[in-house]
């Protein structure tokens, strides 16, 4: 991954925040290679918003140390705009999916290369849209990371 553009998505800081038995570790290996510089980290409000009210339901405090975290992480935000929900749109409607067509939005709209995912069921469904995507969005080819699994190369 070293020096490509990676948008991460919010399943990887809920599962390093939670320490979760199956992903933590791998996840927070991905984290620590942002930190060293090996890739340069994208994200987004979106994530923040998620990240902040997934861990709510669980515990205010760790939903606040979460956010801050992330907030401290060398993460560029981008920001959504009219353009972003045009471009979601259109993922929603070839792909079928819900809030990671927000999320595929920023990456297609930012040109980015990798998406940094444990989230196999919905982002399969948007790299099988993808190539129509590309067509309508000019976007780029992009690569889904699974930390667990690897590079997911087919939907």
Not at 25 to 51: D, M, N, P, T, W
Not at 61 to 88: D, F, M, V
Request: charged fraction near 25%; include cysteine.
């Amino acid at each position: 991954m070293r020096g490509k553009q990676a948008y991460i998505d919010t399943n990887i800081f809920i599962y390093v925040a939670l320490k979760h038995p199956d992903f933590h570790r791998e996840c927070y290996s991905i984290l620590e290679a942002l930190v060293k510089g090996e890739y340069i980290g994208f994200g987004s409000h979106l994530i923040l918003f998620e990240l902040f009210g997934s861990l709510s339901k669980l515990s205010y405090e760790a939903a606040y140390e979460a956010a801050s975290e992330y907030l401290n992480l060398p993460i560029t935000l981008l920001t959504p705009n009219r353009e972003t929900l045009a471009y979601a749109r259109e993922i929603a409607k070839l792909s079928n999916t819900t809030y990671d067509s927000m999320h595929a939005a920023l990456v297609a709209q930012n040109k980015l290369d990798i998406v940094i995912t444990e989230d196999l069921s919905d982002w399969r469904r948007i790299l099988r849209a993808w190539p129509k995507l590309r067509e309508k969005l000019e976007a780029k080819p992009i690569a889904i990371l699974s930390p667990t699994r690897g590079l997911v190369t087919s939907p």
